[in-house]
């Protein structure tokens, strides 16, 4: 099962956050703190204070030392020092992740609340792995007609890291409150053939009966607020230790934004709340599931072959989805 406890990466921004804090209540610069622990460069207390590298356990006591940490704080954040560099031994915890994955991965570790939102798509913790694989091969035809390298092999090791991520929403200790709004186009004709749809139904109706996780079907005529046209997916991420900054992923589907930035997340927050009121209550999204469901197991069928000559079946258009990381 994926981890409860926050990602590397995490504890990374939380620890570099921190360290950031102590250095300015000392009203020290950066330059001054190189100085006086002696380091050769100046853009190790950068990284660090950023999260972007590996801390050193040494390196962040010789700074604990200078901002003259009391005990208690010390061992605190000597603790996600550990954590922060513990990155092998976080991704051992899954049965399967790749890169492209994990970075997502590292956002929900930890969650105490997940809410998103996708225009055109089922969120990648919702997907069915005939789902994924459909969104997994069309961003990979998206990428043979550009020109990208050959990575044919590498869709169902993307498909088994998606579906690791799930068991967040269903680990028997601390699984975060999930919620999803749905925008019925994403559950329609063009996102996949009957019984690809019918399966991913099944498989939402049944995730909108845990506890802790709650779905909302957007339909398609349904105005938000005053005509609002929300353009793009997004993901909001709260965790469990509340010094842990809420963060904002924007999925622009062949690039992802990160943010903790308070006012572009309260935007986004404002937004979810008028996409919540707009869709359907969870009981009747429940309801809408379940029928659509029926509908779709009837499609999906396969129809009653009949006796007499055989004929050319049809050509088939070949199509590409939407290239999505989630």
Known sequence: MPPAAPSPILRRRRLGGELRRLREAAGLTGDQVIERVGWASAS???????????????DVRDLLDLYHVDDALRLELLGITH???DMRGWLKRYPAMTQQQRGFAE?????????????????????????????ISSAWQVDQAAGAPEAEDEIETEIRARLARQSA???????????????????????????????????????????????????????????????????????ADPLDPETLA?????????????????????????????????TDTLSWLIDSSGRLSVAATPPTVASGPATAPAQRRSSSGRLTER
Not at 107 to 135: D, K, W
Not at 225 to 236: D, E, H, I, N, R
């Open 44 to 58: 190790k207390l950068s990284r660090l204070e950023n999260g972007r590298s590996r801390p050193d356990p040494a």
């Open 83 to 85: 954590e922060a560099g």
């Open 107 to 135: 956002l929900e570790a930890g969650c105490a609340e997940i809410s998103e939102y996708n225009p055109v798509l089922v969120p990648g913790l919702l997907q069915t792995s005939g789902y994924a694989r459909m969104r």
């Open 169 to 239: 929403l269903t680990r028997e200790t601390d699984p975060p409150r999930y919620t999803a709004v749905l925008e019925e186009s994403a559950l329609g004709h063009r996102a996949g053939p009957p019984d690809v749809l019918h399966e991913q139904l099944a498989q939402l109706c049944e995730l909108a009966m845990l506890p802790n996780v709650t779905l909302h079907v957007l339909p398609r005529d349904t105005p938000i607020g005053q005509w609002y046209l929300p353009p793009t997916a997004f993901s909001v991420y709260r965790f």
């Open 250 to 282: 924007i999925e622009g589907g062949f690039t992802d934004v990160m943010s903790t930035e308070v006012i572009t997340l309260n935007r986004y927050k404002v937004v979810f709340e008028w996409l919540c009121t707009a869709a359907l209550s969870a």
